[in-house]
């Protein structure tokens, strides 16, 4: 029963895996055809600008939403990083 939950569980994380891919690049298309970054902006893909709208628009937010994502990255990869430390001893 446990591999079955983990098999299931594994299944979850690469749909969500491939479903953020095919969305990222849909927006990189529609990107590339219309000349915009706006519609790659991180806070226009997760919804925030729907509560702040300035958010999603103008290239100064599109950086400010890069480094969001690389400021994300880092702290998932330090996680990550830690938590095998902490199960290898």
């Given amino acids: 029963m446990k591999n079955y939950v983990k098999i299931i569980g594994e299944a979850v994380k690469c749909t969500v895996l491939l479903s ?6 849909f ?22 600008d729907l509560f702040f709208p300035q958010l999603g628009v103008g290239f100064l937010n599109f950086i400010l939403s890069v480094i969001f994502v690389l400021v994300l990255f880092i ?11 902490l199960v290898d001893h």
């Fill in 20 to 25: 953020a891919s095919i969305h990222v690049g």
């Fill in 27 to 48: 927006l990189l298309v529609y990107s590339a055809l219309h000349g915009t970054f706006d519609k790659l902006n991180i806070f226009d893909i997760f919804g925030i």
């Fill in 75 to 85: 702290l998932v990869l330090v996680f990550l990083t830690n938590r095998r430390q």
